[in-house]
């Protein structure tokens, strides 16, 4: 990209020359170049390069001018090459941490899937423990309904057994009272129980 010193032969041609050079810079860079506009400021540096390179074809200006406009025009690539290099790494930094969030979503995505299926697991564990103590209670109360049944035939057998021996004893009195014969026994369901065993029964109780 340097310009030859020796211009006595073919000024013109050496400074075509150098422009040309100087093209074909910009259209590698344009090349290695991530962002539309850095490629849109690129694209007008090689039509300013075209410019006077037909210029200096045409002879519309001298070759001091040309040598001050090429000069010009590599200064300006120099700093716009140093700004795309600085955009080129913050780009290239963007790309790093957006990779780097998207293995952490992805790492993010397994552990919801954990998460999720560690759930489920407990919701069913939870509903079988449920449908378990369900089925305890149900079974509790079926047992409870049939003592109380059975505590209220007891019951039951218990109050008529208590008449009963209290009508024995009334009726026993009276016959005392009478001057009769005391019946030593008790009719009870269709039964005769003597006094003893009765006694027996009742201290059971």
């Known amino acids: 990209m340097r310009i030859t010193r020796s211009l006595k032969l073919d000024p013109?041609?050496?400074?075509?020359?150098?422009?040309?050079?100087?093209?074909?810079?910009?259209?590698?860079e344009?090349?290695?170049?991530?962002k539309e506009s850095h490629i849109n400021l690129l694209n007008e540096e090689i039509q300013r390069a075209k410019i006077l390179e037909e210029k200096l074809r045409l002879k519309e200006i001298t070759i001091e001018t040309?040598?001050?406009?090429l000069n010009k025009l590599r200064q300006e690539?120099?700093?716009l090459k140093g700004i795309i290099e600085e955009k080129n790494k913050t780009i290239t930094a963007l790309q790093?941490?957006?990779?780097?969030?998207?293995?952490?979503?992805?790492?993010?995505?397994v552990e919801v899937e954990h998460l999720r299926t560690r759930n489920n697991n407990i919701r069913t564990n939870c509903n079988n423990f449920i449908s378990i103590q369900q089925e305890q209670i149900n079974e509790l109360q079926r047992t409870l309904r049939i003592r109380n049944e059975v505590d209220h035939d007891i019951c039951n057998w218990n109050i008529t057994w208590l008449e009963e021996r209290i009508s024995y004893f009334e009726?026993?009195?009276i016959q005392?009272?009478?001057?009769?014969?005391?019946?030593p026994y008790l009719?009870?369901?269709?039964?005769?129980?003597?006094?003893?065993?009765f006694n027996q029964q009742f201290n059971l109780q």
Do not use: M, Y
């Not at 344009?30 to 991530?34: A, G, P, S, V």
């Open 96 to 109: 790093e941490e957006n990779g780097n969030l998207r293995n952490t979503n992805d790492e993010l995505t």
């Open 30 to 34: 344009i090349k290695r170049c991530k």
């Open 77 to 79: 690539i120099t700093l």
């Open 12 to 28: 013109n041609g050496q400074i075509i020359h150098a422009l040309q050079e100087h093209i074909k810079f910009l259209n590698r």
């Open 171 to 173: 009726n026993r009195e």
């Open 187 to 197: 009719p009870r369901s269709n039964a005769f129980i003597g006094e003893h065993e």
């Open 66 to 69: 040309a040598n001050q406009e």
């Open 176 to 183: 005392h009272q009478r001057g009769e014969t005391v019946d």
